[in-house]
Nanobody, 118 residues
Framework: QVQLVESGGGLVQAGGSLRLSCAASRLTFGTYDMGWYRQAPGKERELVASITSRGSTNYADSVKGRFTISRDIAKNTVYLQMNSLKPEDTAAYYC????????????WGQGTQVTVSS
């Protein structure tokens, strides 16, 4: 079974930065698309950023220009660099994986909390 383990969350002031990491195991990492989702209290889970097995990226409008998703094939790890953080970025952030050329993310990590204070 695919395992995804997130790290790097925490408390940061508005305008600050954090880098989330997601270590993946029990999969052929280079054949999976990876994504970062977030869910704030009382809100639906939303896709923040994704990166395909070929390296193409996609971002939610709310984070474009501030967040960067990347992957290190050698380390089986995907990252989310978050800059210029805002209080509205506060949420639980989840790493997700899907086999390349499929439509739905179906493997999930346990989540890491990001809290941005104003």
């Amino acid at each position: 079974q695919v395992q995804l383990v997130e790290s790097g969350g925490g408390l940061v002031q508005a305008g600050g930065s954090l880098r989330l990491s997601c270590a993946a195991s029990r999969l052929t990492f280079g054949t999976y698309d990876m994504g970062w989702y977030r869910q704030a209290p009382g809100k639906e889970r939303e896709l923040v950023a994704s990166i395909t097995s070929r390296g193409s990226t996609n971002y939610a409008d709310s984070v474009k220009g501030r967040f960067t998703i990347s992957r290190d094939i050698a380390k089986n790890t995907v990252y989310l660099q978050m800059n210029s953080l805002k209080p509205e970025d506060t949420a639980a952030y989840y790493c997700a994986a899907r086999k390349q050329y499929t439509s739905s993310f179906n493997y999930w990590g346990q989540g890491t909390q990001v809290t941005v204070s104003s």
